[in-house]
């Protein structure tokens, strides 16, 4: 069977010139993922292009919770807040590999956006609405209970707390076994293929588009009966494309940024939600490996879509909100190890703040027949590609009234994940023989899991790898990440290192340090796989860089301030 692999894009951009879809998705984040994945299913031909890598946009740079959004309980979006809850079990039933569950602690505290009593309904709300097993809902701790389960927050304020379940994910990885999973049952997706213009019939419809590789600057033209626009914060861009562009409703983009600093600096025994003292806001601070994350902002972008920073406004904002509720760790700018920044595609609402505009995605039709899809969440992205593909549906059969009777209703609650166990006991099991079968590699335990909890049951793959590369690569360490490289070359479609550290492996934002040492053996290997030559193995190392100084761009801003 032929593999994700980056060495076969020619044939995959072969068979996007030369055959006809009913379905061409794009845009390759999680919106256009979970479309190609539902109308595959559904026995659709579909191809999906996603104009650098897929998950490059906003669905590598959320804060990665698969979660019901316990704030929009607060903006009385009951039927946004019942459907992400109730999609949190789907999706982590489909992929146990890349979303856990994860408790979550609320403090209560003096002059709080919720009392005790809110709280109290407020998380029972959260859990009835999202239908919580009863093991899992929501428990009301006291002050003394709070302060055990966390013992950084300040006290002097706490009054009480709420502990609640939510999941923890990584988003870019569930983007892209959603795409490898589609691509497993037939979808051709190709990431670097940006779509520039349209074409269209005799009828005015939308038949096409035309493409242009932006890896060999090549142009093509793709056919498809159907053409879905899901590309998030550039939805508007490819909207006015087509006759009539924007009308209606636009897009509103907002500006979301996260902090990493060392677990070491902010050593929380679990994640937790809290009140911003300087607004009415809330943000997160989670736990992950040798790290703690926080965030989010959330602030109207006007600026350039392609490179939304963290300012040092932004990372000062979330350090005085977290050094506010946790005193006694006193962070520092110096602290940060990087950051990330992701914009919120919106539905823009006359007259509202950032954070009252509606997390809600629409569908809107274009002149020609482009079916676009904007707003909704992550956690969200099964339903909406659901609503997605319905709405292609009729459109094909609006054109072709006898065609299309065997394509079958959505069935992706039930379509498990590439990589994915079917129970948590399964995978336990794997962790444990896994780690038995390991030793002659010297891989340990605690390596096999980070593992599973990145490709699943494909960790087997990259265990095969490893051992096929001993005893030529002597250092355990260099020797699994050359097997993760190989991987993710020949099973991801990664064509080059920034690929490779922010979108299949995260460890740009989660270890920057650790990578500072290893990028250019990395860049070296990925060389030896696409026998780059010198110059262009320069050239990514390069773009590598440029990454590796953009996720703290914000410490020059700030020799700026200060001088
Ligand atoms: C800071 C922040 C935190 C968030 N946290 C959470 C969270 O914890 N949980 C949650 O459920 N949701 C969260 N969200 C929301 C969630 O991340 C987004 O709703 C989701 O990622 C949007 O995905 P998308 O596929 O629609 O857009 P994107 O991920 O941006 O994908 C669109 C893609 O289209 C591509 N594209 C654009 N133009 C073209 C073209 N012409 N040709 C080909 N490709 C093109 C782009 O390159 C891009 O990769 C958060 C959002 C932000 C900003």
Redesign the pocket.
């Known amino acids: 069977m032929q593999t994700f692999s980056a060495l076969s894009r020619g044939q995959f951009l072969e068979r996007l010139e030369s055959e006809e879809y009913d379905l061409l998705v ?8 979970g479309i190609a994945l539902d109308a595959v299913s559904r026995g659709l031909k579909v191809a999906l ?19 019901g ?1 316990l704030r929009y309980l607060k903006q009385f979006e009951i039927a946004l807040v019942r459907e ?1 809850g109730l999609e949190r079990a789907i999706v982590y039933n489909n992929a146990r590999h890349i979303v856990r569950p994860e408790k979550m602690l609320l403090p209560i505290v003096r002059n709080g956006s919720l009392g005790k009593n809110m709280s109290s309904l407020g998380l029972w709300v959260y859990d009835y609405l999202a239908g919580v097993k009863k093991e899992e809902r929501r428990r009301m701790l006291t002050k003394e209970q709070t302060a055990d389960s966390e013992p950084l927050l300040r006290q002097d304020i706490l009054k009480g707390g709420g502990m609640y379940f939510e999941y923890r994910s990584d ?1 870019a990885r569930l ?1 892209i076994e959603n795409i490898k999973t589609a691509f497993s049952k037939g979808a051709n997706c190709l990431n670097y ?4 213009q349209f074409i269209i019939d005799d009828n005015d419809r939308i038949c096409g588009a035309r493409l242009l590789d932006n890896q060999s600057g090549r142009e093509m033209v793709v056919k498809a009966k159907v053409v879905i626009n ?5 939805v508007d ?2 909207r006015k494309k087509e006759k009539g562009g924007v009308q209606g409703k636009r897009l509103h983009l ?5 902090v990493v600093v060392p677990k070491n600096r902010l050593p929380l025994k679990q994640s937790a939600y809290f009140d911003v003292e300087a607004d009415e806001r809330m943000v997160f601070a989670i736990p992950r490996g040798n790290v703690t994350y926080i ?3 959330d602030t109207n972008y006007k600026g350039e879509t392609s490179r939304p920073v963290a300012t040092y406004e932004d990372v000062k904002y979330i350090l005085s909100a977290t050094n506010a509720m946790f005193p006694g760790q006193d962070l520092d700018i110096t602290d940060v190890i990087s950051t990330w ?5 919106l539905i823009h609402e006359d007259g509202k703040d950032p954070s009252e505009l509606s ?1 809600k995605d629409e569908i809107f039709i274009g002149d020609n027949g482009l079916i676009s ?9 099964r339903k909406m590609a659901e609503r997605t593909v319905d709405e292609a549906l009729r459109s094909l059969r609006n054109t072709n009234p006898t065609g299309y009777k065997d394509i079958k209703p959505c069935s992706t609650e039930k379509v498990q994940l590439n990589g994915n166990f079917e129970t948590e006991e399964e995978l336990e099991k794997f962790i444990i023989d896994r780690t038995g079968e390991v030793k002659q590699i010297q891989l340990t335990g605690s390596e096999v899991a980070a593992l599973v909890f990145k490709y699943g049951k494909d960790t087997d793959i990259i265990i095969e790898r490893a051992f096929a590369l001993y005893p030529m690569i002597q250092d355990p360490t260099k020797r699994i990440a050359a097997a993760e490289i190989w991987y993710s070359i020949n099973h991801e479609m990664s064509s080059n290192l920034c690929d490779y550290f922010i979108r299949r492996t995260g460890r740009l934002y989660f270890e920057r340090n650790s990578i500072l040492n290893t990028y250019d053996w990395v860049g070296e290997r990925m060389a030896n796989i696409f026998g780059w030559n010198q110059k262009e193995l320069e050239n990514h190392i390069k773009e590598f860089e440029f990454e590796l100084d953009d996720v703290v761009s914000f410490k020059s801003e700030e020799k700026v301030s200060v001088a």
């Not at 998950?55 to 590598?60: A, I, L, P, R, V």
């Not at 293929?193 to 520039?196: D, G, I, K, W």
């Not at 907002?254 to 996260?258: L, S």
């Open positions: 794009i845009g390759g984040g999680i919106t256009g993922a292009v996603e104009k650098k890598d897929f998950s490059w946009g906003t669905s590598s740079r959320s804060t990665k919770l698969i979660h959004g992400v988003d983007t293929v940006e779509a520039t899901a590309t998030g914060p550039w861009q490819l907002t500006k979301g940024v996260h965030g989010t902002t920044a992701g914009l919120r595609p997390r899809i904007a707003g909704g969440k992550l956690t969200g992205y």
